[in-house]
């Protein structure tokens, strides 16, 4: 499908931002809805937030909603996550990975419905 990499992670203080990038490479990147999921030490995988293949829909998990944005731009193969208001419970190591499918109009939570993981990024909010 699409081979993804992730960055931007970093270590800041409460209350500060951060911008997180997922580059895709390959001319299929458009076709897919992009999601970004945190894995927190002793913990399972959970979802942050997606954006469809077009960038018109997006959907973000209650916790960082109003903190979190997420945008794409499909002419240079990239999502961004940006962080805002970031909380000590933000801590995690971020992935973002494709839909399994093409062209979809919904978003779906479940790490099963994605594939392509990216290799993860360090997110650290402490002070």
């Known amino acids: 499908q699409v081979q993804l990499t992730d960055a931007g992670g970093g270590l800041v203080q409460p209350g500060g931002s951060l911008t997180l990038s997922c580059v895709g490479s390959g001319r299929t990147f458009s076709r897919y809805t992009i999601g970004w999921f945190r894995q927190a030490r002793g913990k399972g995988r959970e979802f942050v937030a997606a954006v469809t293949w077009s960038g018109h829909n997006t959907y973000f998990t209650d916790s960082v909603k109003g903190r979190f944005t997420i945008s794409r731009g499909n002419a240079i193969n990239t999502v961004f996550l940006q962080m805002s208001s970031l909380k000590p419970e933000d801590t995690a190591v971020y992935f973002c990975?494709?839909?399994?499918?093409?062209?979809?109009?919904?978003?779906?939570?479940?790490?099963?419905?994605?594939?392509?993981w990216g290799q993860g990024t360090q997110v650290t909010v402490s002070s």
């Open positions: 990975a494709a839909d399994r499918g093409v062209y979809r109009g919904t978003i779906s939570v479940s790490v099963h419905d994605y594939e392509d």
